[in-house]
């Protein structure tokens, strides 16, 4: 099973952004982490970061038929993205939100979620574990699909 995790606008500066609110380590650390948490969930996982909202679009879409799951934090884009949400619902991949910090306690813009509209499941303010935790969701509901057939 393929897993992809998609990480928005601004994520390539872990570690470097405001890291009293992300935190200190970067990028390529949460990449690690997650290629760690997949392997040790019997998943492959590619790993995509982007900051233009039509490239992620564009990786959605070439999902399609070749990933079982995504994982996706659309960074800023969650709150402004209908064209996100709407990939995402083109592909009917099984998605599963992630964002690094509790966005519902943060801004009242950051409450709104557009591309979380389309997903399985959301995890907010675990840090790096949220992208395990969406990972070990979608085994669980992979394995859910598997038993009722
Ligand atoms: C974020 C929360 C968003 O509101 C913000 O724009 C980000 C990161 C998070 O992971 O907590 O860039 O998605």
């Known amino acids: 099973m393929k897993i992809l995790v998609i990480n928005g606008p601004n994520l390539n500066y872990l570690g470097i ?39 992620i679009v564009d990786k959605i879409q070439e999902a399609y038929g070749k990933v079982d799951g995504i994982v996706i934090n659309p960074a800023a884009y969650t709150h402004t993205s209908v064209a996100i949400l709407d990939a995402l619902k083109a592909v009917g991949i099984p998605a599963v939100e992630v964002h690094l910090t509790d966005v519902n306690a943060r801004e009242d813009f950051r409450k709104i979620s557009y591309a979380g509209m389309a997903c399985v499941k959301t995890y907010a303010g675990y840090g790096f574990d949220g992208y395990k935790m969406a990972m070990e969701y979608l085994k669980d509901y992979f394995c859910k699909g598997e038993c009722s057939k």
Request: glycine share 8%; with cysteine.
């Open 17 to 55: 952004r405001e890291p009293e609110l992300y935190g200190k380590k970067d990028y390529k650390a949460l990449v690690a982490f997650c290629e760690e948490s997949a392997k040790q969930l019997g998943f492959d996982c590619e790993s995509y970061q982007s900051n233009h909202e039509g490239c």
